[in-house]
């Protein structure tokens, strides 16, 4: 991750560096690294997924059978 440094000019007032600051930011693009390492999801592993996928076929399986029975549409 690169580093973002903003140093104060003279006679700068504390708006102004912050004002600098944020427009820095958002040029080398180090808040989208941040959120994209926040939001991310770690792959399943083999077993989940085709424990999930079982999961599912099973549940398809059981509504079709109700739905012949009649008992749900």
Do not use: D
């Amino acid at each position: 991750m690169a580093i973002v440094e903003v140093r104060r000019r003279e006679h700068e007032t504390v708006g102004g560096l912050l004002r600098r600051f944020t427009r820095k930011i958002q040029r080398s693009k180090v808040l989208l690294q941040a959120r994209s390492r926040k939001f991310a999801e770690r792959s399943k592993s083999e077993y989940k997924t085709r424990k999930e996928a079982l999961r599912r076929i099973k549940w398809q399986k059981n509504m079709a059978r109700l739905r012949k029975l009649g008992k749900i549409e």
